[in-house]
């Protein structure tokens, strides 16, 4: 048997890859977050699959799980919000199955900062504008952030930032960046991107916390910051220059 650690993606049940879909359907089990996992995605799983919900497990809950459908022989489709990528425990949680003998594999899926990028309409790189983007979250009542990813460190870049988990720590995080970017500088916030009940704040980083307040947003957010999400185009891409040599 295998764990399948498949990217859910941002919520929406049609923006999971055919791959996701085909292993939801013939796994057994199905392990997933409820905080964040729609039930529409589940709707993805054959009847009679086992659904275990970790929204109040512990990591040691949880792997006990997948050994134990390992030992009966069962897939498990353990479904990761976003991509398992980022910010998934996907580390924490291969190491114990390599430590019990569980084979594993990884099925990515639509990150969250794409699909506010979409939601949005914005490309988040823009030539002559900003050609990176940083992905960070904000700390609160969580892991510890490395001293060297301080956020005014990825600020002096100037790159855009999309900032995970940080939604309760929107005004400190606006605070922080103007010193870098301006207090006019385009500042967005999604919530629940591509799910039905899905809102967009647009701003700047004068006034984006107060948005954020008055909508009482504290979870399941992305912040975007950065010029890039103006929609201005300076320069247009080399690429796709008439006068480029395509020889």
Not at 67 to 78: L, T
Not at 132 to 142: C, E, G, N, Y
Not at 218 to 230: N, W
């Amino acid at each position: 048997m295998t764990v399948h650690f498949i990217g859910a993606g941002p919520g929406a049940a049609d923006l999971l890859t055919l791959r996701a879909v085909e292993f939801l359907r013939s796994s057994p089990v199905c392990v997933y977050a409820g905080t964040y996992i729609d039930h529409a995605i589940l709707e993805h799983c054959s009847a009679g699959t086992r659904l275990v919900d970790t929204a109040k497990l512990d990591l040691d809950a949880i792997t006990a799980q997948l050994v134990s459908a390992h030992q009966r022989g069962e897939d498990v489709a353990r479904l990761c919000s976003g991509d398992p990528s980022l910010y998934s425990a996907l580390a924490e949680q291969s190491a114990r199955l390599d430590a019990a003998g569980v084979p594993w594999d990884v099925t990515p899926g639509v990150p969250a900062y794409a699909a506010a990028a979409a939601a949005l309409g914005v490309e988040l790189t823009v030539p002559e504008v900003t050609q990176s983007v940083v992905l960070t979250r904000a700390q609160a009542r969580s892991t510890a952030m490395p001293d060297t990813e301080a956020l005014k460190n990825f600020a002096a870049t100037r790159a855009t930032l999309a900032l995970h988990l940080a939604i309760t720590r929107a005004r400190i995080i606006a605070d922080e960046l103007t010193e870098f970017y301006g207090s006019e500088c385009p500042a967005t916030v999604v919530f629940h991107a591509s799910k039905p009940d899905e809102l967009i704040l647009r701003g700047t980083l004068a006034d984006i916390a107060d948005q954020v307040e008055a909508a009482d947003l504290r979870q399941a957010a992305v912040i975007l910051v950065g010029p890039a999400l103006a929609r201005r185009v300076v320069t247009e891409s080399h690429l796709y220059d008439a006068c480029r040599d395509r020889s």
